[in-house]
């Protein structure tokens, strides 16, 4: 079954420390993945995609995140981050299997910068 | 271009009453869906549509009917609401797989 992990329910770093999200997945064929982000009382918001191409994909707000087949991981990453960054990440990959077009999403997890 | 739109943004209901969550897009896209969010379960897809006319079944379907007569409106609607269905529900929109737009979400309470 395709799948979607995010392991961490809650990632703290200090402001300006670099920051890490993981999410590993599971999909059959080709795996279109995807990361939003929703802050309090908010809807979710875009980030960043990988379909293909380039294994270093650079979204919104300065994030990126690195696709690894090899070990199926799509890690959202920054370079130093903000308190402003404090939110809930979702990874989710778009469902293979059959005409739903659906998205599979992880638990999310929450991103807490402290100043 | 307002892109996704739900209203109500926020919604108490007693339980056994119905009401229709309304989601509308002006992006002329094509395949639309609803999700609700539950704490430490993620999003999950509650029904979706891949064109007007055209609707079908998500991972948790029961007690939501949808309908689709228009690319632009896809309503959601509880049929008798449970206590089961406080959540927020989400609704989304895409032009083909390959990117998504979520609307701001509706807060939804069953007392």
């Known amino acids: 079954a395709q799948s979607v992990a995010q392991p961490e329910d809650q990632v703290n770093v200090a402001e300006g420390n670099p920051l890490t999200v993981k999410c590993t997945y599971s999909v059959s064929g080709n795996p279109y993945l995807f990361w939003y982000v929703q802050y309090p009382n908010r809807g979710l918001q875009f980030l960043l995609k990988y379909i293909t191409g380039d294994n270093l994909v650079k979204g919104s707000y300065g994030f990126e995140a690195e696709f690894n087949k090899s070990q199926t991981s799509f890690h959202l990453k920054k370079p130093s981050a903000l308190v402003s960054d404090s939110a809930l990440y979702f990874c989710a990959v778009r469902d293979n299997g059959g005409a739903t077009n659906k998205l599979i999403f992880g638990t999310g997890t929450l991103l807490a910068v402290q100043p | 271009n307002a892109g996704v739109t739900q209203t109500p943004k926020f919604q108490v209901l007693k339980t056994g009453q119905s009401m229709t969550l309304q989601c509308a897009q002006d992006?002329?896209?094509?395949?639309m869906s609803w999700y609700r969010q539950d704490p430490g379960m993620g999003l999950r897809l509650i029904h979706y549509?891949?064109?007007?006319?055209?609707?079908d079944q998500g991972e948790v379907p029961n007690g939501y009917n949808v309908s689709r007569s228009t690319t632009e409106d896809f309503p959601l609607r509880l049929l008798s609401a449970a206590p089961s269905q406080t959540s927020v529900y989400f609704c989304?929109?895409?032009?083909?797989?390959?990117?998504?737009?979520f609307g701001s979400g509706t807060r939804l309470t069953v007392v």
């Open positions: 989304a929109s895409s032009p083909d797989r390959s990117g998504y737009t």
């Open positions: 549509s891949v064109g007007a006319g055209i609707t």
């Open positions: 992006m002329n896209h094509e395949y």
